[in-house]
């Protein structure tokens, strides 16, 4: 989803931690500008500062099945380098930006990845948000694909993972049952809430709410009592290995065999669809939160990458 | 909703109660069909027997505030007596639906009412489920009004209260803000979750949690410790005013100046989506769980009403 991809998004976070002045972050293009490879030398890209290591491993994992997978699908990364990597003044907070555009050729549109690291001006520690997603053009109607992970404090965390939909899921059961239904995504968001520490989450933002699908991860995780050790091992145990599983299942629709094609007269009506989506996400999440974290002046750089991507 | 309406939910109940045959159950019209208006002598309508008596008072308290604001909009009930009230061989279930249709110059299509005791076969004691339903014809898309309680177990409940979204709210948020974000339902949503015997609720229908809105309240309410106590006070106290509360912004919308109107060309699309709804809600928590319930006969002519007002 446009709006957690990118910048991470004010309307996942908790309401006292958005005013703060959450924003926009995205990882590791390397200098060849392929995600996957060495980073070039000073370059901060893959480098993850600043997680946890089975959060950083949880990203490197996903990084390298897309790559992996989809690789061959993919452009090299044409994000100017002062997006690739960018910081406030005070070099205190900074945020990363992949972008690596889909063939000609290929169902995809777009695969973004990002990590952002940010103080919080009260003084209430650092925010750090890593974000994957994948969307795809008008020629398929399979999900978009989104993995958000946000580092709160460190025994609080919220996850966002979803297949977001393309469709209108009421008009179109049929819809619900090939991409929610048979994959058995419900399988893999029980597992993960069956934990004692993992909650459902609410969105403060109700439009952010309508866009997740019925069988969307969107939680929080807790850990006062087991501390930092049982937070890395629910992510060691339970969200990189369901990150992982949920991905593979995506990128099994992507590129896998029949399903999802979409006629030539329905597409404008799916681009309308994403296109709200994309535009909802800027208007909430980079808009206003961007220029406060980092300044207007990165944040019109950023924001302008971010935009001819998007489209909108 | 149509599912949660009529028959109550089979998706709506834990998997377990709901594989022991759900069903459908609605309250109350009178001899005179008026609801409101005192039950003819022998009808079980109005009666709301093994209710909690704050069970019953929020039932009572709904149906009166339908009927004083709505009551010049609707029809005198039409249901059969033998669909009026209904039950089983043995006589152990037991069902009731009231149904009054909107006059011809009014955006109501149907308001629904009902109660339904279900006997468990496994012996696992009885379900009470209450239900108030409005749906809205197509020259309006105001949202339809849910209200469905169910007692599970006598420290256990399940609620659904929402204000059921006409359009896909990803492509209209202006739809969102103004029936959902300018009229503070999130307020009341917050206000009944934040209290530590109320958990959010998930579906085992992925459909149905596609058809709930952002600002829906599907929770359970266990109160193990505070016992029967306990739940009287959180119904009487939390739960009573607030459904009355959305029921009171749901009317003011309905019969409310400006706001709702649809186009002639617009009202296609509204019927379509209404009637996706409507046909899921029958297929999923009616055609199967009535038969079980309350044998083929009872169950072809209870169903037989519903579609009818359905129009399915």
């Given at each position: 989803m446009a709006f957690t991809l990118s910048p991470p998004l004010p309307h996942l976070l908790p309401p006292k931690t958005s005013r703060a002045g959450p924003s926009?972050?995205?990882?590791?293009?390397?200098?060849?500008?392929?995600?996957?490879?060495?980073?070039?030398?000073?370059?901060?890209?893959?480098?993850?500062?600043?997680?946890?290591?089975?959060?950083?491993?949880?990203?490197?994992?996903?990084?390298?099945?897309?790559?992996?997978?989809l690789g061959s699908h993919l452009l090299p990364s044409s994000v100017p380098p002062d997006v690739e990597y960018y910081q406030n003044e005070s070099g205190t907070s900074q945020g990363t930006l992949c972008v690596r555009c889909?063939?000609?050729?290929?169902?995809?549109?777009?695969?973004?990845?990002?990590?952002?690291?940010?103080?919080?001006?009260?003084?209430?520690?650092?925010?750090?948000i890593t974000n994957i997603a994948g969307y795809l053009k008008s020629s398929t109607d399979v999900p978009?694909?989104?993995?958000?992970?946000?580092?709160?404090?460190?025994?609080?965390?919220?996850?966002?993972?979803?297949?977001?939909?393309?469709?209108?899921?009421?008009?179109?059961?049929?819809?619900?049952?090939?991409?929610?239904?048979d994959t058995q995504l419900e399988a893999r968001r029980k597992?993960?809430?069956?934990?004692?520490?993992?909650?459902?989450?609410?969105?403060?933002?109700?439009?952010?709410?309508?866009?997740?699908?019925?069988?969307?991860?969107?939680?929080?995780?807790?850990?006062?009592e087991g501390g930092r050790e049982r937070v890395e091992e629910i992510i060691r145990?339970?969200?990189?290995?369901?990150?992982?599983?949920?991905?593979?299942?995506?990128?099994?629709?992507?590129?896998?065999?029949?399903?999802?094609?979409?006629?030539?007269?329905?597409?404008?009506e799916l681009e309308k669809r994403d296109s709200f989506i994309k535009s909802k996400a800027i208007e909430m999440d980079l808009s206003s939160s961007l220029p406060k974290q980092f300044g207007q002046e990165v944040a019109d750089?950023?924001?302008?990458v971010i935009k001819s991507v998007y489209k909108t």
């Open positions: 926009l972050f995205l990882c590791q293009p390397s200098s060849s500008s392929r995600m996957g490879q060495q980073p070039r030398a000073g370059s901060k890209l893959m480098e993850f500062p600043h997680l946890l290591d089975p959060h950083r491993d949880t990203m490197l994992s996903l990084i390298s099945a897309v790559e992996s997978r889909g063939i000609d050729s290929s169902p995809v549109d777009f695969i973004l990845a990002s990590w952002l690291h940010l103080e919080q001006p009260t003084g209430g520690g650092a925010l750090d978009h694909f989104q993995f958000e992970l946000v580092q709160c404090s460190p025994t609080y965390f919220i996850l966002f993972l979803d297949l977001i939909p393309r469709r209108d899921t009421v008009r179109h059961p049929d819809y619900l049952k090939t991409f929610y239904e597992r993960l809430v069956q934990l004692p520490e993992v909650q459902p989450y609410f969105s403060s933002s109700l439009y952010f709410r309508g866009v997740v699908s019925p069988t969307g991860i969107l939680v929080s995780i807790k850990c006062e145990e339970h969200i990189g290995p369901i990150s992982n599983e949920v991905a593979g299942i995506w990128m099994d629709m992507c590129v896998g065999e029949g399903g999802g094609e979409v006629r030539e007269a329905e597409r404008a750089r950023v924001l302008r």
